[in-house]
């Protein structure tokens, strides 16, 4: 007697949100390819038809039109006798849109069901969008074998895969659509633990890959048996189709263990994350290259060092654009970290447009005293000349602010902050001085830069500075960046009370100071460019704030509710916008 097989291809691709025609054609390949290796099924990761996340383009129905008709014309083609495809895609039915995955086979829509559990936190917003499904049965497959199909936030929830197990699935497939965070690996193995110790079933999880937006999806996808090993582990940040082997034993279906693929962890994985995002930024955008100020700062550096990474040498131009304030190493440290990367340096002063600003002014000036505001001409000056050279060249402006500088609003509207897409927009001060360092140990897979050192060891020492004034230093405003940056990740990424920041050793003056500029900093980061998301909760997705906000946190403690009070009155006090 043949002991029932099964050939699964995982195939971890990296779809553009709206290209259709093309997520059906990388599909269309997949299966080719697939097929000439033997496969049953072809297994593709969540709304991979219209790309994930659509967001509300899914609400069209023109958009929903078109995504069935592709998936009926995939379902047609499996009539050849090749592999059977499992594909995810709106669903529009009875009025309602749901999140579906469908299985396609033998020329039809074979089976179809739908997400159950919306998630509605974070970056997600699946709940406004999407009907829930009801509990999901398993699907028959050739030869009768019972696949379990929840889609991505199902198995975080144990309701779907207990029904699953209970309705007869010998086999969980979970497409995916879920986004890099830091530790997020961890998280998804913990989960997919859970749910085959409690199913007695393995589990394939399947991830998409690619940059969407300020989102950056790293793939991982994993197979674990019903014994919780680790069969297969695909590798992150890069597309790949691997061909997986199956056969029933005893009852149970077993994966033929393969070699597991190196997951960039920590570090590696943030920077990682931050290439992958800009290079399908630019992409998916149609941009022919880009264009940053090159200031001789940390910032700015690995911000080229990531472009070249993500783009290659000859698709960056880096500018510097001195001042009457650059200081000669910064002239230096600019010019040569150019050169290590191989990119177009130029120079171009802007002590003229400063100065015809100045002029400009001068009379509606006359009896002030110059501040930040004759310093942030200068950085308006630098973002106008940047904008010119995209505007003239198609080039997409790479913004350099880093998360601590966009918290606190350290930044300078319609200057510093002109740009398309930042990729350390969510990186602390001390994660890219981290992260300069590691480049300069280190390549990334699929790097097209190279080896060795490429941000001189003199910009990771110098202190940090703008250099808008004579010996200005970042730290004439604010905090140092270690004190700075735990402070921040309190207050951003875990919601801390001001009293529970101090009571880990922060002085009070200090935290009220970073909680009061980070709160009057919201409506510029309101208009700043998008940024790959890395850390917990970045800037914009995940922390929607008011602008107009008049709370502040004193630093009392925690506050027990006064019961014989039914209203309290209090007045809003707050400070002017800092431009």
Not at 524 to 542: E, F, M, V, Y
């Amino acid at each position: 007697m043949t002991t029932p097989s099964l050939r699964l291809a995982l195939a971890q691709l990296n779809p553009i949100v709206g290209d259709i025609a093309g997520n059906t054609g990388k599909a269309r390949a997949a299966r080719q390819r697939a097929g000439e290796a033997g496969a049953d099924l072809v297994m593709l990761p969540e709304l991979f038809l219209c790309g994930y996340p659509p967001e509300d383009l899914v609400l069209k129905p023109a958009f929903q039109d078109a995504c069935r008709k592709a998936c009926e014309e995939l379902a047609r083609e499996t009539g050849d006798g090749g592999p059977a495809l499992l594909i995810g895609l709106p669903w529009a039915e009875n009025g309602k849109l749901y999140n579906a995955y469908a299985l396609l086979d033998g020329g039809v829509i074979q089976s179809v069901r739908f997400k159950v559990v919306l998630p509605d936190y974070g970056v997600f917003d699946e709940a406004r969008i999407f009907e829930p499904g009801p509990l999901p049965g398993p699907v028959v497959f050739r030869n009768g074998i019972r696949l379990g199909l929840p889609i991505c936030e199902d198995i975080w929830s144990e309701d779907v895969v207990e029904c699953l197990a209970e309705t007869g699935a010998e086999l969980l497939l979970s497409p995916n659509g879920s986004p890099y965070r830091r530790g997020v690996g961890d998280e998804r193995m913990n989960i997919a633990v859970a749910r085959v110790v409690e199913s007695g079933l393995p589990l394939v999880y399947l991830n998409q890959i690619g940059g969407q937006d300020e989102l950056v999806f790293d793939g991982a996808s994993f197979i674990l048996g019903a014994d919780r090993r680790l069969m297969h582990q695909l590798p992150a940040f890069q597309e790949a189709l691997v061909v997986t082997d199956w056969a029933r034993e005893a009852g149970q279906w077993r994966c033929k263990p393969a070699n597991a693929a190196e997951i960039e962890t920590g570090d590696e994985a943030d920077y990682a994350a931050c290439v992958l995002a800009l290079r399908d930024y630019v992409g998916k955008t149609g941009f022919p290259g880009v264009v940053l100020g090159l200031s001789g700062g940390i910032d700015s550096a690995l911000c080229a060092a990531m472009a070249v990474d993500a783009l290659g040498a000859e698709r960056v131009t880096c500018v510097m654009m001195p001042s009457r304030f650059t200081a000669q190493q910064s002239l230096s440290d600019a010019q040569a970290c150019a050169q290590a990367l191989g990119v177009r340096y130029e120079t171009v002063s802007i002590a003229g447009p400063v100065e015809g600003f100045e002029a400009a002014l001068a009379g509606l000036f006359a009896g002030t005293k110059r501040d930040v505001t004759e310093e942030n001409l200068q950085s308006r000056a630098r973002g106008t000349l940047l904008m010119a050279l995209s505007n003239k060249f198609s080039w997409m402006l790479v913004t350099t602010g880093n998360k601590s500088e966009m918290s606190c609003g350290y930044a300078t509207l319609y200057g510093d902050m002109n740009g398309g897409f930042n990729a350390i927009k969510d990186l602390y001060k001390t994660d890219v001085m981290r992260l300069a360092q590691l480049r300069n140990r280190w390549r990334p897979t699929g790097s097209l830069g190279p080896d060795g050192v490429v941000i001189p060891e003199s910009t990771i020492a110098r202190p940090p500075s703008a250099e808008l004034s004579e010996d200005q230093t970042d730290q004439d405003t604010l905090p140092p960046y270690d004190v700075l940056d735990d402070i921040l990740a309190g207050l951003i990424e875990r919601d801390e009370r001001v009293a529970a920041i101090v009571a880990r050793g922060h002085d009070l003056d200090t935290v009220m100071q970073v909680e009061r500029l980070l709160q009057r900093a919201e409506y510029k980061r309101r208009q700043s460019a998008p940024g790959a998301k890395i850390t917990t909760r970045n800037l914009s997705r995940d922390r929607r704030y008011p602008i107009v906000n008049g709370f502040s946190d004193r630093g009392e403690g925690p506050h027990s509710p006064d019961a014989s009070l039914v209203k309290g009155v209090g007045k809003a006090g707050g400070d002017s916008f800092d431009f």
